[in-house]
């Protein structure tokens, strides 16, 4: 509080400790996050950008707007009941023709394709036969004639729907949703709707992965904590090692064992255990033991550390208390394990979410996970707003599922539970 | 016997015993995996079965002598290594900004540097494949460098800030107060003690670019392909021998950096021991 009448003879002209310490603190601060910085904005440009991006794609609809600019402005008093007027087919004519000479044809056909499969024919034919722009007030017979698709209220209303700028066209198709010809969303046809079932299959490939990796991982876990640490340092190579020996080694090395002539099928046939060679991959079968050896050193070392952190004693006293061993286990270690099982089966189900080399390698047609098709997507059928929202539908759940990770491993860190 | 192993009663005999049992079958479904395919590489026939017709080198012949194999190869040290770099900078000095800031956004800015990780390849890499391929950084080598960078930084981040928890701050003060300027305190008293730490960090980023596979899928052109992706096309293709061979050289390498950062390990541990 007096502070300032401290410091003596010249006390009114020296700043005060207080005000100095606190801009000496500021400066530090300033310091700190001018340290961080660079890797924020390198971070921004290599990161979090491109992600936005891929984002901003699973709701961009621009394209089919830039090819037929009138036919839009021409719809934008359409009621949607029945047909548009001439004045709207006139204005499609128009469209249609100047996009022929410019090219651009194909990008509206692709787009409109797959709103309304089919749509690529009526739009190319239509360009095709559509030699000179059509007498006023005969554009809607024209058309009529050329593709009888323009007849129909659908074809105008997938057009309408596609006028972007923005859509919600591709993030309810990844749900295996559209739109009807009154603008209601509904379940899509059943031939379209593969993409709950792909969610599905995704998460059901995950969730084994995890609980193979819970069941395999724990004893293993347990073994480790309990044994003098000389042992169980030696011991924890056999983790560490297929933990950093390459994904690929590991995923070649799975088909080298499995394949219908590989080691497994050649010792069951000379142990005389088959007679034919077993299918033990490019199957769900193959996919879940390569993913499981993959991710099984991320379950076994959150669980040891969780149970390295589990004092003997308690154990202990629970048996001097008269409990048998398996209700000691049961409620006295077992729950004290649960902060690791939950950290080591999150990150486990989390990382497998997201797989796509070894099911890509070891898996069939029907074991492809999500990221499998966001990549067909983006590289093969060139469908970036389907890719894109697909995505963003795996990119939700993972960052859901991070943010409880994050709460978990945290609540651990204070009591230090999660010490590697 | 150790003071934890519970070995009283009968019943806990058996259990252990079980534990023991099935412990070692995991262990044996974690490594024979990577020990079977080694001997495969030295196999004489173009087989991938046992027993071994005889042995000979001709499929690490076959490697070395491999203009694609030694590309690919060569585009993963110059990838791995400048990623390395590039990433120990960027890690180094948010980790030493990220020990003294104060603010409640920290834990924020954390996860955001932390999120490479947990975000899945596929994203990442269709994200950067859309991003870059207008300003013409796919197909090319700063592209790559790039991506694996971002992929790396917060293993730098974690492994560095771990041992900046473990630094006593008042050896710098004392530094200081000694007469060094700050730039002289972080080359001759922060940077010794820190260095174990930041040596980690490299070799965590270093492996992470090195066994990266999917933006290299995405966003390598034919003439940056690297060793995981020739032998990801080649898994796909036909398993030769010749993978086999690049199989173990992959895996001596990560031998290598494991025992590497166990030597660390060890080293730090007996210098906090001693201290």
Redesign the interface.
């Known amino acids: 509080m007096t502070d300032a009448s401290l410091s003596g003879a010249n006390a009114s002209t020296e700043v005060p400790l207080k005000r100095r310490l606190r801009r000496a603190e500021r400066t530090r601060q300033v310091k700190a996050l001018a340290l961080i910085a660079p890797l924020l904005v390198f971070l921004l440009f290599t990161f979090a950008g491109p992600i936005a991006g891929m984002l901003w794609r699973a709701i961009d609809d621009r394209e089919v707007r830039q090819v037929l600019p009138q036919t839009f402005a021409a719809l934008a008093s359409w009621n949607g009941k029945d047909l548009p007027d001439e004045e709207a087919f006139a204005a499609l004519a128009s469209d249609i023709m100047a996009a022929r000479t410019s090219g651009t044809i194909a990008i509206a056909a692709k787009r409109l394709n797959y709103a309304l499969n089919g749509f690529r024919t009526i739009l190319t034919s239509t360009a095709r036969n559509l030699k000179t722009m059509p007498e006023p007030g005969t554009a809607k017979e024209t058309l009529g004639k050329i593709n009888p698709a323009w007849r129909e209220r659908t074809t105008w209303t997938t057009i309408r729907d596609a006028s972007g700028p923005v859509t919600g066209f591709y993030l309810l198709a990844a749900l295996d949703l559209v739109r009807n010809v009154d603008g209601v969303i509904v379940a899509a046809p059943p031939d379209q709707a593969i993409y709950r079932s792909l969610f599905t299959r995704t998460f059901i490939i995950s969730l084994s992965v995890t609980v193979l990796c819970l069941i395999l991982g724990f004893p293993v876990a347990y073994l480790l904590a309990t044994l003098p640490p000389s042992r169980s340092n030696l011991l924890m190579i056999f983790v560490l090692l297929p933990f950093w020996t390459s994904l690929l080694v590991r995923t070649c090395a799975w088909i080298v064992l499995l394949q219908s002539k590989g080691v497994v099928n050649d010792s069951l046939h000379w142990l005389g255990i088959i007679d034919e060679p077993l299918r033990l991959i490019y199957n769900r079968f193959g996919v879940c033991v390569a993913m499981t050896h993959v991710l099984l050193p991320f379950m076994i070392l959150p669980l040891y550390s969780s149970m390295k952190a589990i004092s003997p004693a308690y154990m202990r006293a629970a048996a001097s208390l008269g409990a048998p061993p398996v209700t000691a286990f049961l409620r006295i270690y077992l729950p004290q394990t649960l902060p690791g099982i939950g950290a080591g089966s999150l990150l486990v189900f989390i990382l497998a979410l997201g797989y796509y080399i070894t099911p890509a390698l070891v898996g069939g047609a029907a074991d492809q996970m999500i990221s499998y098709f966001i990549a067909l997507y983006t590289t093969e059928t060139a469908n970036w707003g389907l890719a894109s929202a697909l995505g963003a539908v795996l990119l939700l759940a993972t960052l859901l599922l991070a943010l409880v990770y994050g709460k978990l491993v945290q609540g651990q860190q204070v009591t230090g539970g999660m010490k590697n | 016997m150790?003071?934890?192993?519970?070995l009283?009663?009968p019943?806990?005999r058996i259990?252990w015993t079980?534990?023991?049992i099935?412990?070692t079958l995991?262990?044996i479904?974690?490594?024979?995996?990577?020990l079977?395919?080694m001997p495969?590489s030295f196999s004489s026939g173009s087989?991938?079965?046992?027993p071994l017709p005889g042995l000979s080198l001709r499929w690490y012949d076959d490697f070395l002598n491999s203009p694609r194999w030694m590309n690919s190869l060569k585009n993963s040290m110059i990838i791995g290594v400048a990623s390395t770099l590039l990433s120990m900078v960027?890690?180094t000095?948010?980790a030493?900004?990220?020990?003294?800031?104060?603010?409640r956004f920290k834990p924020l800015?954390l996860?955001?540097?932390l999120?490479?990780v947990?975000?899945?390849?596929?994203?990442?890499?269709?994200?950067?494949?859309?991003?870059?391929a207008p300003i013409g950084l796919t197909g090319s080598y700063l592209g790559l460098i790039?991506?694996h960078?971002?992929l790396a930084?917060p293993f730098v981040?974690i492994t560095v800030g771990a041992t900046l928890q473990s630094f006593d701050t008042n050896l710098a003060r004392a530094a200081a107060s000694l007469g060094a300027s700050p730039l002289e305190a972080f080359r001759r008293v922060i940077l010794p003690l820190i260095l174990p730490g930041l040596a980690s960090g490299a070799l965590f980023a270093f492996?992470t670019s090195?066994?990266e596979?999917?933006i290299v899928?995405?966003m390598a052109g034919p003439e940056q392909r690297t060793l995981?992706r020739e032998?990801?096309s080649g898994?796909?293709e036909n398993?030769s021998p010749t993978?086999?061979a690049a199989?173990v050289i992959?895996?001596t390498v990560?031998?290598i950096?494991?025992a590497t950062l166990e030597g660390l390990r060890r080293r730090n541990e007996r210098l906090k021991g001693g201290g």
């Open positions: 150790s003071d934890n192993a519970p009283r009663t019943s806990q259990a079980a534990t023991i099935v412990s995991v262990f479904f974690l490594i024979a995996p990577i079977a395919i495969l087989y991938l079965t046992y960027l890690g000095l948010a030493l900004g990220l020990a003294q800031w104060k603010s800015v996860a955001f540097v999120s490479p947990v975000v899945p390849g596929v994203i990442t890499a269709v994200g950067l494949y859309f991003f870059f790039l991506a960078t971002a930084t981040v492996a090195f066994d596979v999917v899928l995405f995981p032998m990801f898994i796909r398993i993978i086999t199989a992959l895996t990560s031998v950096l494991l």
